[in-house]
């Protein structure tokens, strides 16, 4: 059974599906070739009203390989992190409520890189990875180079309360808070989409083993 990808471009959801979705807001292309895929961002700055694309392929697999061909691929690694009072970590990161991730080092596992990458980014210790949260992907450009950054995501607890982080400056991280479930509509609507539909999932499940 194919699968079905997602990335977000310019904060847009893009799927590479099989199947017609019943979402007439979105805009569907089917059987897209490598000039539509190249041409994505320009078509999304085109179309600001569109809450999404579908790219409708027989072999989805090919279509996100032959899309993934076009980028500098990026592995990151990141959690959501809930204390023992039941909120949640976020922090505030170039003006935008943001969780807490960063590239993985060489080497490095990805579990211990999602661990050391809330340490660093917000001061808070004492955590243990849950569960696996699945990925997200995203693209950027980096000095004129087209980049695709695939993050692992983790369900993580801290051992403590409220306990009070301390943002790194150096990553433009500027506050680390503990908020609470659902996600405060502030709070929404001054974060990324993909970071939002994440947060959304986490909060959904339990901490249960």
């Not at 500098?72 to 990161?93: D, F, H």
């Not at 506050?175 to 974060?191: D, F, I, K, N, Q």
Request: glycine fraction near 8%.
């Amino acid at each position: 059974m194919a699968r079905m990808y997602e990335v977000y471009i310019m904060n847009r959801p893009v799927f590479f599906q099989e199947n017609t979705p019943n979402d007439a807001r979105s805009l569907i292309l089917r059987e897209p070739d490598k000039s539509t895929l190249d041409a994505l961002p320009n078509l999304i700055r085109q179309h600001q009203d569109l809450e999404g694309i579908v790219l409708l392929s027989s072999d989805p697999d090919a279509l996100w390989m032959n899309f993934c061909y076009g980028y500098r691929e990026i592995l990151a690694a990141g959690c959501v992190v809930r204390n023992r009072e039941g909120t949640y970590l976020w922090i505030e990161r170039n003006g935008k409520w943001d969780l807490p991730k960063g590239k993985v080092e060489p080497e490095e596992k990805i579990e211990d890189a999602a661990i050391r990458e809330v340490e660093e980014e917000t001061g808070i210790g004492q955590l243990s990875l849950v569960r696996d949260l699945g990925k997200t992907h995203h693209t950027y450009e980096e000095n004129g180079v087209p980049m695709l950054k695939t993050t692992f995501w983790f369900l993580a607890e801290h051992a403590g309360g409220n306990t009070t982080g301390a943002p790194q400056a150096i990553e433009g991280i500027t506050g680390v808070h503990w908020l609470p479930s659902p996600t405060p509509e502030a709070v929404r609507t001054e974060a990324y989409p993909s970071i939002l539909a994440l947060m959304d999932r986490a909060t959904a499940t339990t901490f249960e083993e």
